[in-house]
Nanobody
Framework: QVQLVESGGGLVQAGGSLRLSCVAS????????MGWFRQAPGKEREFVAA????????YYSDSVKGRFTISRDNAKNTVFLQMNSLNPEDTANYYC????????????????????WGQGTQVTVSS
């Protein structure tokens, strides 16, 4: 059974940066995709970014493109989300997700493509 554990959330001022980590255990990910989603109170879960473990492609939502960077460390089964130029609209609980099947970049924004989810880490950006 795959387990995903996020860390790195916290409180930061607008304009600041945070780096989230997601460690995956219990499975192999050579042909899988990892994604980051977020959910603010009263809002739908929103796609943030995705990365392919084996092919290395990345995909971002328009709202974070140019500010956030997703990366991976295959040896450590860890995915990172570097978040720069944060603003209060980025405040949310951030979730890591893993897809067992290969997923094309354009489809990686759909939550239904993912089979496993972490518990989330809270990011709060103050103005």
């Amino acid at each position: 059974q795959v387990q995903l554990v996020e860390s790195g959330g916290g409180l930061v001022q607008a304009g600041g940066s945070l780096r989230l980590s997601c460690v995956a255990s219990g499975g192999t990910f050579s042909s899988n995709v990892m994604g980051w989603f977020r959910q603010a109170p009263g809002k739908e879960r929103e796609f943030v970014a995705a990365i392919s473990w084996s092919r290395g492609w990345t995909y971002y939502s328009d709202s974070v493109k140019g500010r956030f960077t997703i990366s991976r460390d295959n040896a450590k089964n860890t995915v990172f989300l570097q978040m720069n130029s944060l603003n209060p609209e980025d405040t949310a609980n951030y979730y890591c997700a893993a897809a067992r099947r290969p997923v094309v970049a354009g489809a990686s924004q759909r939550p239904a493509e993912y089979d496993y989810w972490g518990q989330g880490t809270q990011v709060t950006v103050s103005s």
